[in-house]
């Protein structure tokens, strides 16, 4: 009535791994849908920080003779490159100048990426 042999073939342990299912194979980087609306918003948030703000508040505060501002990030505010002159920057090595900007920029600096400040004197201007 019943036989006592299996109806089918008895695999070794080495050939078993050629008939288990395929795993799915899932990105080593999941987003819950939560998550990734989260990183959404934060991508497309700019940071408020304009280029003429910052020129604006830097020929005030400075008295900066000439301010060129190039937004790096296309047109985000996360990314600014600055070509600054100013007679303050007299006597100043690179260090020194780069803190007084940004001890004037501080809060915009806090809220953008990047901020890549060139800093001249008047006479260096003048010379290139």
Request: aromatic share 8%; hydrophobic share 40%; glycine share 4%.
């Given at each position: 009535?019943?036989?006592?042999?299996?109806?089918?073939?008895?695999?070794?342990?080495?050939?078993?791994?050629?008939?288990?299912?395929?795993?799915?194979?899932?990105?080593p980087f999941s987003?819950?849908?939560?998550?990734?609306?989260?990183?959404?918003?934060?991508?497309?948030?700019?940071?408020?920080?304009?280029?003429?703000l910052l020129k604006?508040?830097?020929?005030?505060?400075?008295?900066?003779?000439h301010v060129e501002?190039?937004?790096?990030?296309?047109?985000?505010?996360?990314?600014?490159?600055?070509?600054?002159?100013?007679?303050?920057?007299?006597?100043?090595?690179?260090?020194?100048?780069?803190?007084?900007?940004?001890?004037?920029?501080?809060?915009?600096?806090?809220?953008?990426?990047?901020?890549?400040?060139?800093?001249?004197?008047?006479?260096?201007?003048?010379?290139?």
């Amino acid at each position: 009535m019943f036989s006592r042999t299996p109806s089918f073939t008895v695999l070794s342990r080495g050939c078993r791994y050629l008939l288990r299912p395929t795993p799915v194979q899932r990105s080593p980087f999941s987003l819950s849908a939560r998550a990734f609306n989260a990183v959404n918003a934060a991508m497309a948030d700019t940071s408020g920080v304009t280029a003429d703000l910052l020129k604006s508040k830097l020929l005030d505060q400075l008295q900066a003779e000439h301010v060129e501002i190039e937004d790096l990030s296309g047109g985000c505010g996360q990314a600014f490159q600055a070509i600054i002159v100013s007679a303050q920057f007299q006597n100043k090595n690179m260090l020194a100048r780069h803190r007084l900007v940004n001890s004037v920029l501080k809060e915009e600096i806090a809220a953008i990426h990047a901020w890549t400040p060139k800093c001249l004197t008047p006479e260096q201007w003048q010379a290139q």
